[in-house]
């Protein structure tokens, strides 16, 4: 088990591969902040 090994964070760091151990970082959606004149409309 080491830098050679595909199934541990280590390994997958090495080898640059993604997993369960070493999830990619997801773009989450970022929605823009509603302006004052949209939560007026809203209620």
């Known amino acids: 088990m080491g830098k050679g090994d595909k199934k541990t964070k280590r390994g997958k760091i090495s080898i640059g591969s993604f997993g369960k151990l070493r999830p ?10 509603p302006t004052k004149d949209a939560q007026i409309k809203e209620t």
Request: no cysteine; hydrophobic share 20%.
């Open 24 to 33: 990619k970082r997801k773009k989450f959606n970022v929605r823009p902040k």
